[in-house]
T-cell receptor, first 114, second 113 residues
Framework: AQSVTQPDIHITVSEGASLELRCNYSYGATPYLFWYVQSPGQGLQLLLKYFSGDTLVQGIKGFEAEFKRSQSSFNLRKPSVHWSDAAEYFCAVGAGGATNKLIFGTGTLLAVQP | DGGITQSPKYLFRKEGQNVTLSCEQNLNHDAMYWYRQDPGQGLRLIYYSQIVNDFQKGDIAEGYSVSREKKESFPLTVTSAQKNPTAFYLC????????????FGPGTRLTVL
């Protein structure tokens, strides 16, 4: 069965530092992969998604993610974090088949120090 | 503006009462979804609907019911059979094809007293 693991529950970085959030997935074929961001008490906003093709995907707000099939990973990166990036980040994989069901990871809560 | 609306934002109910959460979208999307979010558990799928008058159970459907009488609307009823209903509930919609982006509403926080 498909699954997603986000090993880091909570990460703290300093403003201006680089960021990498880890995501590992379990899926038999080429997956659909997504990163969403959630501010406290709000819905989720899509940052970026991978379907096929170029393994380095650019998203909104300066984020990017790299699909590595050999490592079953889809890590999210940002070269310089801003205080407004403090939020919870969710990785998700498409469940496969004809539906558009998503399997979500448990999330990584990002705190940004001044 | 196109989007997904959920109402109310906060909902308080007494134990043993059924409660219905509203979800409306004007994106002309065929598929709609209900998720439950608890701290440290990510999002878990309750029900989803690929098309009007059709819906399927997700991973945690027990104690919940839905209807899909209109394309724009997908209300969720939390019944008294749901053992631990206090949570944050998120509705989403998508075109419906595999791999499509799901767009989320702002959520409803349900507290059962």
């Amino acid at each position: 069965a498909q699954s997603v693991t986000q090993p880091d529950i909570h990460i703290t970085v300093s403003e201006g530092a680089s960021l990498e959030l880890r995501c590992n997935y379990s899926y038999g074929a080429t997956p659909y992969l997504f990163w969403y961001v959630q501010s406290p008490g709000q819905g989720l906003q899509l940052l970026l998604k991978y379907f096929s093709g170029d393994t380095l995907v650019q998203g909104i707000k300066g984020f990017e993610a790299e699909f590595k099939r050999s490592q079953s990973s889809f890590n999210l990166r940002k070269p310089s974090v801003h205080w407004s990036d403090a939020a919870e980040y969710f990785c998700a994989v498409g469940a496969g088949g004809a539906t558009n069901k998503l399997i979500f990871g448990t999330g990584t809560l990002l705190a940004v120090q001044p | 503006d196109g989007g997904i609306t959920q109402s109310p934002k906060y909902l308080f109910r007494k134990e043993g009462q059924n409660v219905t959460l509203s979800c409306e979208q004007n994106l002309n999307h065929d598929a709609m979804y209900w998720y439950r979010q608890d701290p440290g558990q990510g999002l878990r799928l309750i029900y989803y609907s690929q098309i009007v008058n059709d819906f399927q159970k997700g991973d945690i459907a027990e104690g919940y019911s839905v209807s899909r009488e209109k394309k724009e609307s997908f209300p969720l009823t939390v019944t008294s059979a749901q053992k631990n209903p206090t949570a944050f509930y998120l509705c989403a919609s998508s075109i419906g094809l595999a791999g499509d982006t799901q767009y989320f509403g702002p959520g409803t926080r349900l507290t059962v007293l």
